[in-house]
């Protein structure tokens, strides 16, 4: 259905490392606890509109989970988050904190670990969800279903860098994306 790019590098997609070069409309961000992590997924969450995609790449245990429950916080959630390993995709709706234009949205977040092909990626509800245009999608192991995805997105990669520092890169795809990461570098933490 759509054409893609979770991250090129020469034309290929990269998949669960860093894109090795660091350009200008990308945002890294150091964590060294899961407080963190939530705290940045909030500020993120925050600044969420209707209609977002996030994709969250890394490796298993880096964080993307603890991430999205900052994230769904941000955007004025009280569900309680969850890692939808099993079910594939969790919903959660937001709360009265949440923006009014997000009042009828649904949070969909998506974990795709156990997607080993992508004959496997019909039937599971991916394709119904990313058609939900007021929607917000948060995906872990987005790399799965790369030709799926929509190329516009917010890319964020996640790497170990010791037992509980994490580097979170922002790569933003198309307009919508680089604004929202120039809103996070001028705004969330300044
Ligand atoms: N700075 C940090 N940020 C996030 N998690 C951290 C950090 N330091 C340590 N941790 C630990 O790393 C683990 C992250 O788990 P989490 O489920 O969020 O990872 P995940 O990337 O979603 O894994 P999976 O690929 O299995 O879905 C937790 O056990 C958490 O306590
Ligand atoms: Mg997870």
């Not at 020469?10 to 060294?32: C, K, N, R, W, Y």
């Not at 580097?167 to 001028?186: A, H, M, N, S, W």
Request: proline share 4%; aromatic share 8%.
């Amino acid at each position: 259905m759509f054409a893609i790019g979770v991250c090129y590098n020469e034309g290929m997609m990269s998949t669960q490392s860093l894109p090795a070069v660091q350009t200008p409309t990308m945002l890294d961000f150091i964590s060294h606890s899961v407080a963190q992590t939530i705290r940045i997924g909030l500020r993120l969450g925050e600044r969420l509109q209707s209609g977002d995609l996030v994709l969250l790449l890394g490796d298993i245990g880096v964080g993307k989970t603890h991430l999205v429950k900052g994230i769904v916080q941000g955007i004025g959630s009280e569900d309680l988050v969850t890692s939808p390993s099993f079910v594939l995709i969790n919903e959660y709706r937001p709360g009265p904190k949440a923006q009014r234009s997000l009042a009828s949205a649904r949070i969909h977040h998506i974990d795709l670990y156990r997607i080993t092909e992508p004959a496997e990626l019909t039937g599971i509800g991916l394709e119904e969800v990313l058609d939900r245009y007021h929607d917000i999608c948060l995906i872990e192991w987005a790399d799965r279903a790369a030709t799926w995805l929509p190329q516009e997105h917010l890319a964020i990669y996640m790497q170990h860098l010791a037992e509980d520092k994490r580097i979170l890169r922002f790569v933003p795809q198309g307009k919508r994306y680089y604004d929202l990461v120039e809103t996070l570098k001028q705004t969330a933490f300044g």
